[in-house]
């Protein structure tokens, strides 16, 4: 959130693979697409990725990225 608006929507896994990347990708695409935002974030423990679709981006970022981010 940002100044009480909801920016951007999160998911968490440890590692994305060819067994979860549909349940994790859909998952946050359909979130996404219920609260109207455009962008998305997974975070993992070491992978980094960027999804596009219908407007909307996913990025995929190593969760030490994420925590150095928010310092």
Request: net charge neutral; hydrophobic share 45%.
């Given at each position: 959130m940002e100044k009480n608006v909801l920016k951007e929507a999160v998911q968490v896994c440890l590692t994305i693979n060819d067994e979860n990347f549909d349940r994790e990708y859909n998952g946050l695409l359909k979130a996404m697409q219920n609260l109207g935002l455009q962008k998305g974030l997974i975070i993992t423990l070491n992978q980094s990725d960027t999804f596009e679709k219908n407007?909307?981006?996913?990025k995929m970022i190593?969760?030490?990225e994420f925590l150095m981010d928010g310092i």
């Open positions: 407007g909307m981006t996913i190593p969760a030490s």
